[in-house]
């Protein structure tokens, strides 16, 4: 006896082709800009380290070689000697050196000082997308109010406009603003006015005990600020790429 089996046909679900996403990120990198003769450079980077102990961990910072302009064959034992400094560096930015080795960081391209929006990048509805080589304009300049008092070990980013405290800044905190900074309790943190690139920004405190002020990425430490300014109400601002530190009176 033969049987004869049937064979049902199941129905069959298409499967989705799932696409992948690239989703944009933004965010601040620290530059490191070497120069020669590159001895006294790195006293004055290990002088900053020792005046603020793990401020590049977690960070991530550039090498902008566009100054010192090495060899190529120089690039990787620079990147090492930074390493060992616990400096990890991101990306390279280098103008005439169009190739590095794979065990390198990757060579930055289109790099810009400034930060752009992503939403005032986007085109209206209905309107003709803007020219590649056109740039988007920053939002407008917004202060942000700090009611209460920056605890140690806080951060506090804002890169477009001014950053003001109501309160105090603790020991271990630091503040990144792209405008001017007020603080009208006691500074014992770290300051970076101008960070986005604006030489005009000031630092005023009511009393003055930062680790460290900066403005448009000069900065001074606690160990060289005049004792003088210590204590009191100060205002800070660049003069001729150098951090002046003056009494309020």
Same mark, same amino acid.
């Given at each position: ?23 944009? &990120? ?7 800009? +070497? ?5 006294? $450079? ?5 002088? $900053? ?10 960070? +991530? ?7 010192? &302009?090495?060899? %190529? ?9 930074? !390493? ?6 991101? =990306? ?14 990757? #060579? ?20 003709? +997308? ?9 939002? !407008? ?17 804002? %890169? ?16 990144? !603003? ?14 970076? !006015? ?7 920004? #000031?630092?005023?405190?009511? &009393?003055?005990?930062?680790? #460290?002020?900066?403005?448009?990425? $000069? ?13 009191? =109400? ?16």
């Amino acid at each position: 006896m033969t049987s004869i089996a049937t064979i049902e046909k199941n129905s069959v679900t298409p499967v989705q082709k799932k696409s992948i996403r690239f989703p944009a &990120r933004s965010f601040l990198a620290f530059a490191l800009a +070497p120069e020669a003769p590159l001895e006294e $450079w790195f006293e004055g980077l290990d002088h $900053w380290t020792e005046n603020s102990p793990g401020f590049f961990a977690g960070r +991530p910072v550039v090498l902008d070689l566009n100054l010192l &302009r090495p060899d %190529p064959s120089e690039v990787g034992s620079l990147v090492a000697q930074l !390493a060992e400094r616990g400096i990890r560096i991101y =990306a390279i930015e280098a103008n005439g050196i169009e190739v590095l080795g794979p065990d390198l960081p990757p #060579l930055l391209k289109g790099a810009r000082p400034t930060v752009i929006d992503e939403s005032e990048a986007r085109p209206e509805s209905g309107s003709k +997308p803007a020219s590649s080589a056109q740039t988007a304009e920053p939002p !407008a300049s917004k202060s942000l109010i700090i009611r209460s008092p920056i605890r140690s070990g806080q951060s506090v980013y804002h %890169p477009y406009g001014d950053v003001i405290v109501l309160g105090s800044v603790g020991s271990g905190s630091e503040i990144v !603003a792209g405008g001017s900074v007020h603080v009208y309790g006691t500074l014992r943190g770290r300051v970076f !006015a101008g960070a986005t690139g604006n030489s005009e920004a #000031l630092i005023f405190c009511r &009393r003055n005990e930062a680790e #460290l002020l900066a403005v448009d990425g $000069w900065y001074q430490t606690a160990e060289d600020m005049e004792p003088s300014s210590r204590g009191r =109400a100060v205002q800070v601002f660049l003069e001729n790429d150098v951090i002046q530190v003056t009494a309020l009176n």
